[in-house]
């Protein structure tokens, strides 16, 4: 399933360290129910703030959701080395060789030598505005498996 988003909001949650946002623009979410992975809350809808990070750990102790369907996550982790990007600006930013990805755009890579995109976290909200983290879309930097 694809779904598109608005840009909005941004939020960064931090894998172990990955990010949740509110993003603005466009983006595409990809969901892939086909693996089993723990559904873990990581925050309130309530707590996300533009620009103001969120940090979690998944799946080792824990996509776009919200309103607008504008708050995703992504991990945090370069996908060239490993490196944790940084969110600058409407993209992270890999300070060690310089990769740049676009949350906007599902975390794909755009400049640097990461080859793949950030995978993304995508995310669940019950009823009170929970957020839950319930899958990773793609290979966590430095894993042969994510859980
Ligand atoms: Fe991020 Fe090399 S580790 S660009």
């Not at 946002?21 to 925050?43: D, E, I, M, N, R």
């Not at 799946?59 to 490196?83: E, Q, Y």
């Not at 640097?112 to 995978?119: D, I, V």
Request: overall charge positive; proline content about 5%.
């Amino acid at each position: 399933m694809t779904r598109t988003l608005s840009r909005r909001r941004f939020v960064q949650l931090t894998a172990a360290a990955s990010a949740l946002f509110a993003a603005g623009g466009k983006a595409q979410l990809w969901y892939a129910p086909s693996l089993t992975y723990p559904a873990v809350k990581v925050a309130n809808v309530a707590q996300v703030r533009t620009g103001q990070p969120i940090t979690f750990n998944y799946p080792d102790a824990s996509a776009g959701v919200g309103k607008d369907r504008d708050i995703v996550a992504f991990s945090a982790l370069c996908t060239h080395m490993g490196c944790p990007v940084q969110y600058e600006k409407g993209r992270f930013i890999c300070r060690c060789h310089y990769s740049m990805f676009d949350p906007a755009k599902a975390g794909q890579t755009y400049q640097g030598l990461a080859s793949s995109w950030l995978p993304q976290i995508p995310l669940r909200v019950d009823g009170k505005g929970d957020i839950y983290a319930v899958a990773v879309q793609g290979l966590i930097w430095g894993r042969v498996k994510n859980v």
